[in-house]
């Protein structure tokens, strides 16, 4: 594949030792839930999540109500999505009880059918940004921001009828980075 360019990763090192301890805590979090060995489901990663603990992603993990009910959930997608993996955390910072983790990830649908959908190996790259609030050292909400459609389709999980607007654009869709300097 051919080398893509990537904002450089902003990474703050100026976090107190709290921050840095709730960093670590998250990117323990999103390791379980983003590995299809670990992730055997909302278990996983209840040792990390306060009992009240809260998830916001309604639009695309309808359903979804804690950070164990997104990593039970999470856990289906990787079975289809079975290599699926972290590439990099384009940014990461926190500031008082508040952590981002900006990341891109990539898979190829090569495990079970998704929604009936055989697998295929087709390959898909996308970003997404967690953003949690830690307190006691425990995670208290995680709420998804996720390009959920460039991935969908790129995997063909998603119908796209074409058309010239690199929103709407099959190929566009499927190549982000080379959209990305496409102008409307």
């Not at 990474?11 to 670590?24: F, G, L, S, Y």
């Not at 952590?99 to 495990?111: I, K, M, N, P, Q």
Request: glycine letters at 6%; one cysteine or more; aromatic letters at 10%.
């Amino acid at each position: 594949m051919a080398s893509e360019k990537y904002p450089p990763a902003v990474i703050t090192t100026d976090q107190t030792a709290e921050e840095e301890r709730n960093i670590e805590t998250c990117k323990e979090y999103m390791a379980i839930a983003y590995s299809p060995r670990e992730n055997k489901g909302g278990d996983s990663v209840r040792h990390l999540c306060r009992d009240d603990s809260w998830f916001w992603s309604p639009a695309t993990f309808p359903g979804c109500e804690t950070p164990m009910d997104y990593a039970a959930s999470h856990s289906i997608v990787m079975q289809s999505v079975a290599d699926l993996h972290i590439i990099r955390f384009d940014q990461v910072f926190a500031k008082n009880g508040h952590v981002l983790l900006r990341y891109t990830a990539e898979g190829s649908h090569c495990g079970k059918p998704y929604k009936g959908i055989p697998a295929s190996g087709k390959h898909a790259k996308w970003s997404a940004a967690a953003i949690f609030e830690v307190e006691d050292g425990k995670i208290k909400s995680f709420t998804k921001d996720w390009d959920q459609k460039t991935m969908q389709i790129q995997l063909g999980w998603a119908p796209v009828k074409e058309s010239e607007d690199p929103r709407w654009n099959a190929e566009a869709l499927a190549n982000p980075e080379r959209a990305r300097k496409q102008k409307e």
